[in-house]
């Protein structure tokens, strides 16, 4: 059992949103003002906690409550109920350029940026110059920051944040600020403090950057925690959700667009021992081994020149291997009423260690989307993992 250092419990915040702009119209609607407001919940009954050295992510849309829960557990806002507990120094890096002030040089936010996260003068001072390092800021130290970039913005208020020597470090979606080298730097910096078994809670938008950060994610969406696992469950919950979304925009595009019509019936994996998969039931196998997709496709009027399409997509979302009956395969698919069954196999697969996830669809002759199934299906490789990335292969070491 971990050392906990952060709490949240039955955490819930709305804010008020105000109809009238003006300063005319508040006064012109004095009594009604109340007839011109709308409440946003958002945080929903919010029930999570941290152990010591943990690095959690929070995930989700835009408007989920991702920087609200952060706020929260940073104590720049409070919660309307609920409470939030937390142990040790906190350092929190939640917005671009939070506590500096435009009239000040870059040396004065800096000693005014580390006094309100709790170092004193003599400690900022013996940090100054590894701060300024850091950041890169250089010759601009002593420049007002309202000329400074966004990326300098950024570059000295993470240095200032990461040398307070926090136990607990808040980062909220700044990291994608700032060029690839101090990209790389912060990620550098964030590691040696998982290293050093601080505990992290980040927010970001990039895939890439949870899987490689974090040991749990959490999902939020609309205010409300819908998924708390690890990195690979979550982002794959999350990018189901997206889909599902996408989809059902496209079906509301794509619809009165076709005059034909197909319906995805069904879809079971197939793999090496030729045991059936239904999409709830995950393949497991090694790198190398045969993939069969069994489909059936119901068609309540002939279509002609329909295609079928197939794309393999890691947990994060990126495309593995991608085929189509007509674009790449070149097959003439049947044109007839009723339910096609066929099979598109894919041999030999060469996919490394990882979650993988089947997305297919039915089109038209012109292209035009008749049915989309974003997760009809998914697979696990398991591998001896002699190499690492997405191709498997058995390497060889000859000394010569």
């Known amino acids: 059992m971990g050392v906990e250092v952060v709490r949240v419990t039955d955490v819930n915040k709305t804010f008020t949103i105000k109809k009238q702009k003006s300063l005319k119209e508040r006064l012109v609607n004095y009594r009604t003002g109340k007839l011109h407001e709308e409440t946003f919940a958002a945080l929903k009954d919010i029930n999570l906690s941290i152990d010591l050295g943990e690095s959690v992510g929070l995930i989700g849309p835009n408007g989920s409550g991702k ?18 507990f937390t142990r040790g120094r906190v350092a929190a890096l939640l917005e671009l350029g939070a506590g500096f002030h435009p009239d000040l040089s870059g040396r004065e936010n800096t000693f005014l940026n580390a006094s309100v996260l709790g170092l004193t003068r003599e400690e900022t001072e013996q940090h100054f110059d590894e701060i300024v390092e850091f950041s890169g800021i250089g010759n601009f130290i002593d420049t007002q920051v309202k000329f400074y970039s966004s990326g300098m913005y950024v570059r000295l208020a993470f240095a200032v944040a990461v040398h307070v020597d926090p136990d607990i470090l808040l980062v909220d979606e700044v990291l994608a600020v700032g060029d690839e080298p101090f990209q790389k730097k912060c990620m550098d910096k964030i590691h040696s403090f998982q290293e050093e078994g601080r505990t992290i809670v980040f927010v970001s938008h990039s895939p890439g950057q949870v899987a490689d950060v974090c040991d749990r994610a959490i999902v939020l969406e609309q205010g409300s925690l819908v998924e708390d696992s690890t990195p690979i469950v979550a982002l794959g919950r999350l990018r189901r959700d997206y889909q599902e979304v996408i989809a059902a925009d496209q079906a509301d595009q794509e619809s009165s667009s076709s005059p034909y019509e197909a319906k995805i019936d069904r879809i079971y994996l197939t793999d090496s021992r030729g045991s059936p998969h239904d999409s709830d039931f995950q393949v ?25 399409s197939v794309i393999i997509e890691d947990f994060l979302g990126r495309t593995m291997v991608e085929t189509d009956t007509r674009e790449t395969l070149h097959v003439n698919m049947p044109s007839q009423a009723g339910t096609v069954r066929f099979q598109i196999a894919l041999p030999a697969l060469q996919l490394g260690e990882g979650e993988y996830t089947v997305r297919v669809s039915v089109r038209d002759d012109q292209d035009r989307v008749l049915d989309l199934l974003t997760h009809a299906g998914n697979f696990a490789v398991r591998s001896l993992k002699h190499v690492l990335g997405p191709v498997y292969c058995e390497p060889q070491v000859t000394i010569l």
Do not use: H, R, Y
């Not at 940073?74 to 409470?83: E, F």
């Not at 497991?284 to 009027?301: K, R, T, Y």
């Open 284 to 308: 497991v196998m090694p790198p190398g081994s045969d993939l069969e997709i069994n489909c059936e496709v119901a068609f309540p009027q002939a279509v002609p020149n329909w295609a079928f």
């Open 67 to 84: 920087s609200t829960l952060l706020k929260i557990i940073g104590g720049i806002l409070s919660p309307d109920s609920g409470q939030v």
